[in-house]
């Protein structure tokens, strides 16, 4: 099994704190999400993987543009294209709730919804796989979402996906989760999102943040 795992895409980020560079670097900088998410579909691609995940925030804010829509219809087209499943989840700036565009994505990609559901994968190898997760209904989703998720079926593979924040105990807005509740699924893999750099939660079985395709901050 091969696959891309990917989070917080955030196309269409405005990049406000750089409204003072001259124009053609500020375009430059503002199609930068656009040019590093490609880089993601690109080596799906060239490297023939099984399926992507996109574990949240793919778009910078809630309505997205008509050129971002279009350029991630283009992605997935070629996805498609290449035989490549992609599962997606939104997150806490694409939330469900201020999507005012129903949208008809292609036949090879597969939405999460509101409540956490499961998707079912057949691999070319004759592997099967589980695939768990949910898109935020709305900005904040201050409650523990894993105990919704299944424990683990009866497949070779299951993967969680969540967008969320590590507890803290108090004031938590974004699908707080503790490792150990993550570890007592039993599955395989839990593909995060939602903090921008790349962090190793759990080593066995990986509990990864993928961290943003493009970079955020100066550190």
Same mark, same amino acid.
């Given at each position: 099994?091969?696959?891309?795992?990917?989070?917080?895409?955030?196309?269409?980020?405005?990049?406000?704190?750089?409204?003072?560079?001259?124009?053609?670097?500020?375009?430059?900088?503002?199609?930068?999400?656009?040019? @590093?998410?490609?880089?993601?579909?690109?080596?799906?691609?060239?490297?023939?993987?099984?399926? #992507?995940?996109?574990?949240?925030?793919?778009?910078?804010?809630?309505?997205?543009?008509?050129?971002?829509?279009?350029?991630?219809?283009?992605?997935?087209?070629?996805?498609?294209?290449?035989?490549?499943?992609?599962?997606?989840?939104?997150?806490?700036?694409?939330?469900?709730?201020?999507?005012?565009?129903?949208?008809?994505?292609?036949?090879?990609?597969? #939405?999460?919804?509101?409540?956490?559901?499961?998707?079912?994968?057949?691999?070319?190898?004759?592997?099967? #796989?589980?695939?768990?997760?949910?898109?935020?209904?709305?900005?904040?989703?201050?409650?523990?979402?894993?105990?919704?998720?299944?424990?683990? @079926?009866?497949?070779?593979?299951?993967?969680?996906?969540?967008?969320?924040?590590?507890?803290?105990?108090?004031?938590?807005?974004?699908?707080?989760?503790?490792?150990?509740?993550?570890?007592?699924?039993?599955?395989?893999?839990? @593909?995060?999102?939602?903090?921008?750099?790349?962090?190793?939660?759990?080593?066995?079985?990986?509990?990864?943040?993928?961290?943003?395709?493009?970079?955020?901050?100066?550190?």
């Amino acid at each position: 099994m091969k696959f891309i795992h990917a989070a917080d895409l955030h196309l269409d980020s405005p990049f406000l704190g750089l409204q003072h560079l001259p124009n053609a670097l500020l375009a430059q900088v503002r199609a930068s999400t656009f040019t @590093a998410a490609t880089k993601v579909f690109d080596k799906a691609i060239a490297e023939h993987v099984d399926f #992507v995940l996109l574990a949240g925030d793919l778009f910078d804010r809630a309505e997205q543009s008509v050129a971002a829509q279009a350029y991630l219809f283009e992605q997935f087209d070629r996805l498609n294209d290449a035989g490549i499943p992609a599962l997606i989840s939104f997150g806490n700036h694409d939330y469900l709730a201020d999507q005012h565009q129903t949208v008809a994505y292609p036949a090879n990609v597969a #939405v999460f919804g509101p409540e956490v559901g499961t998707q079912m994968l057949t691999l070319a190898s004759g592997e099967t #796989v589980a695939i768990s997760g949910f898109s935020y209904p709305q900005r904040w989703v201050p409650e523990d979402q894993v105990i919704q998720f299944p424990t683990h @079926a009866a497949t070779d593979w299951h993967i969680g996906m969540l967008h969320g924040a590590v507890s803290t105990g108090s004031g938590d807005h974004y699908a707080p989760f503790t490792v150990a509740e993550l570890l007592a699924k039993h599955y395989d893999y839990w @593909a995060l999102g939602h903090i921008h750099h790349r962090q190793v939660l759990n080593d066995q079985p990986p509990i990864l943040y993928a961290g943003n395709t493009q970079g955020r901050a100066i550190t």
